[in-house]
T-cell receptor
Framework: QQQVKQSPQSLIVQKGGIPIINCAYENTAFDYFPWYQQFPGKGPALLIAIRPDVSEKKEGRFTISFNKSAKQFSLHIMDSQPGDSATYFCAGVSSGAGSYQLTFGKGTKLSVIP | NAGVMQNPRHLVRRRGQEARLRCSPMKGHSHVYWYRQLPEEGLKFMVYLQKENIIDESGMPKERFSAEFPKEGPSILRIQQVVRGDSAAYFC???????????FGSGTRLTVV
């Protein structure tokens, strides 16, 4: 059972565009939603995260929008740059559970072309 | 301040051999998590350990896989009698507490031939 569904699988945008990556979750116990950025040959790195008591969080060019009633959240990258080309993963976690395990989406491979 | 160190970076094993993957957490981190990433897939949780204790192994396959985090030394993920389906990237993450603050290592890419 896939608890976090992520789309699209891949995305190509031109430099300066605003790629949007969407995620939907099923587990209502999730109370923390991080996004990770992964470059080839590297481990995932935390990019930005949100809790469901806020509808939007912005850090630099990265914005998360959160819709608790729809159980959906999305990542927007403003003024995208070729250096943003990477695979992006959304995740959910239940911080009240016994272990802080992340449930990841399958990832979105973003290519930003000059 | 070194990050999470995983070695080897690449490991090739023949079917039936054993694979040992090592993870040294960041200094001051006593919580270690192992994840597996299959091609074109997201990371899947395997096991959560604190020093000398397995806290949650709900994601570990029931056979051939084991993990430890001894009082001294790195955490070890051990896969006995490897099969082709074990080929994947294995990532370790460490944190200073049991509620987040994850830092991932660069992973070990296991190839079973």
């Amino acid at each position: 059972q896939q608890q976090v569904k992520q789309s699209p699988q891949s995305l190509i945008v031109q430099k300066g565009g605003i790629p949007i990556i969407n995620c939907a979750y099923e587990n209502t116990a999730f109370d923390y939603f991080p996004w990770y950025q992964q470059f080839p040959g590297k481990g995932p790195a935390l990019l930005i995260a949100i809790r469901p008591d806020v509808s939007e969080k912005k850090e630099g060019r990265f914005t998360i929008s959160f819709n608790k009633s729809a159980k959906q959240f999305s990542l927007h990258i403003m003024d995208s740059q070729p250096g943003d080309s990477a695979t992006y993963f959304c995740a959910g976690v239940s911080s009240g559970a016994g272990s802080y395990q992340l449930t990841f989406g399958k990832g979105t491979k973003l290519s930003v072309i000059p | 301040n070194a990050g999470v160190m995983q070695n080897p970076r690449h490991l090739v094993r023949r079917r039936g051999q054993e694979a040992r993957l090592r993870c040294s957490p960041m200094k001051g981190h006593s919580h270690v998590y192992w994840y597996r990433q299959l091609p074109e897939e997201g990371l899947k949780f395997m096991v959560y350990l604190q020093k000398e204790n397995i806290i949650d192994e709900s994601g570990m396959p029931k056979e051939r896989f084991s993990a430890e985090f001894p009082k001294e030394g790195p955490s070890i993920l051990r896969i006995q009698q490897v099969v082709r389906g074990d080929s994947a990237a294995y990532f370790c993450a460490s944190s200073p507490r049991d509620r987040g603050g994850y830092t991932f290592g660069s992973g070990t890419r296991l190839t079973v031939v």
